[in-house]
T-cell receptor, first 115, second 115 residues
Framework: DGGITQSPKYLFRKEGQNVTLSCEQN?????MYWYRQDPGQGLRLIYY???????QKGDIAEGYSVSREKKESFPLTVTSAQKNPTAFYLC??????????????FGPGTRLTVT | AQSVTQLGSHVSVSEGALVLLRCNYS??????LFWYVQYPNQGLQLLLK??????LVKGINGFEAEFKKSETSFHLTKPSAHMSDAAEYFC?????????????FGAGTRLAVHP
């Protein structure tokens, strides 16, 4: 089955600790994205990458970091500098070719709680 | 710059009634528009998309949307609501910038369906 895997589903951390969220896709997509979702605010883009070893800051990149060493993987690290990290995090991917390049396919999400 | 406004953060309908979820967009170029659905604690699933072909777009689960350039709207409809349609719905527009593209989401509309 082709798709996007995010793990774990639920994650709990103490304040001041860095935490890394996993995102893997086997769709052979070039582009990958990380979003943060808070109640009543829709989705906000954190980082995106359209090719291996390249990534761009989104609208709310402060306190986050990413890497794109492999086409199928795009892990997100939530650092201790992120002031309000508790949220639902969604990973997505899309193909770069043709009109279908604009469709994004989403993973099931990781709910991070920091106390 | 591209943007999306969803009118009504909460919509409630009776089972069997018409569903109408409103989306207005702002775009300086011909837009590519999407509707996604999100069930609780899950990722987003693509319902339908407009990519400058037919103005009436049919999607999954009996939903459809009509692109109206004169009204800058892309409202989502379904003739008869089912209990299983209860979810959050997001309208999105593609934004192109510096060779990259990213989705701009509306704040979402939560649909409740009551017996």
């Amino acid at each position: 089955d082709g798709g996007i895997t995010q793990s774990p589903k639920y994650l709990f951390r103490k304040e001041g600790q860095n935490v890394t969220l996993s995102c893997e896709q086997n769709l052979n997509h070039d582009a990958m994205y990380w979003y943060r979702q808070d109640p009543g605010q829709g989705l906000r883009l954190i980082y995106y990458s359209q090719i291996v070893n390249d990534f761009q800051k989104g609208d709310i990149a402060e306190g986050y970091s990413v890497s794109r060493e492999k086409k199928e993987s795009f892990p997100l690290t939530v650092t201790s500098a992120q002031k309000n990290p508790t949220a639902f995090y969604l990973c997505a991917s899309s193909n770069k070719r043709g009109l279908t390049s604009y469709e994004q396919y989403f993973g099931p999400g990781t709910r991070l709680t920091v106390t | 710059a591209q943007s999306v406004t969803q009118l009504g953060s909460h919509v409630s309908v009776s089972e069997g009634a018409l569903v109408l979820l409103r989306c207005n967009y702002s775009s300086s170029v011909p837009p590519y528009l999407f509707w996604y659905v999100q069930y609780p604690n899950q990722g987003l699933q693509l319902l339908l998309k407009y990519t400058s072909a037919a103005t009436l777009v049919k999607g999954i689960n009996g939903f459809e949307a009509e692109f109206k350039k004169s009204e800058t709207s892309f409202h989502l409809t379904k003739p008869s609501a089912h209990m299983s349609d209860a979810a959050e719905y997001f309208c999105a527009v593609i934004m192109f910038s510096g060779g990259y593209n990213k989705l701009i989401f509306g704040a979402g509309t939560r649909l409740a369906v009551h017996p």
